[in-house]
């Protein structure tokens, strides 16, 4: 009489993709697209927008060795996990800023208005001259064109670090470098640097 086994059944294998997605989430602190099976695992909560987001690390595969963890499909400021509440918030009023110009620049004048606007001194409405003037500020407070290069691809042309890092030849993390630069330089114009982080 053949004998029975005592084993328990053995779980199913994660796959390698999944099993390197919660690894990565759980380095981050980024557990919350993640619940645990009936056996006792972690992973991915099937069919949520979070759980098919593709985290990639540079440098191996593991941020403790500082790889640079970015985020695929997202804007890049919420992609690069390293970035602080204020560097995002700078990056973002800087693409508001010009987004804003761009629209006011683009309004249709009416043909039967006069050149000059019909206005002592006309010309250019008050408006369109203020947003173009807040968004020349802001890109002269980046100040050395390098750094205002990686700003302006990655806020106003969604770029990502690595397209950034291939066009230039330089490193990924010489990007963020003068990403995160440029974004304190942004917070320091926009006023943001004296405020709490939360």
């Known amino acids: 009489m053949p004998r029975k086994s005592s084993k328990k059944p053995q779980p199913p294998k994660l796959s390698k993709g999944e099993a390197e997605q919660v690894r990565i989430r759980r380095e981050l602190g980024h557990d919350f697209a993640l619940k645990e099976d009936r056996f006792g695992r972690q992973r991915l909560i099937p069919g949520t927008a979070e759980a098919r987001r593709v985290y990639e690390v540079s440098n191996g595969g593991y941020t403790s060795t500082g790889g640079i963890v970015r985020l695929r499909n997202v804007d890049p400021l919420k992609g690069i996990t390293s970035l602080t509440r204020q560097q995002r918030e700078a990056g973002g009023r800087f693409r508001d800023d010009f987004e804003r110009a761009q629209r006011e620049g683009l309004q249709p004048q009416s043909w039967s208005e006069r050149v000059d606007g019909g206005r002592v001194g006309g010309g250019i409405p008050d408006r369109v001259l203020s947003v173009g003037r807040a968004h020349a500020h802001a890109t002269a407070a980046l100040a050395h064109w390098e750094v205002a290069e990686v700003v302006r691809r990655t806020c106003l042309e969604g770029q990502s670090v690595k397209a950034i890092a291939e066009r230039t030849g330089d490193g990924r993390d010489v990007v ?14 926009y006023g943001m640097m004296g405020r709490k982080a939360g």
């Open 176 to 189: 963020v470098k003068l990403l995160k630069v440029g974004l304190d330089l942004l917070a320091v114009h």
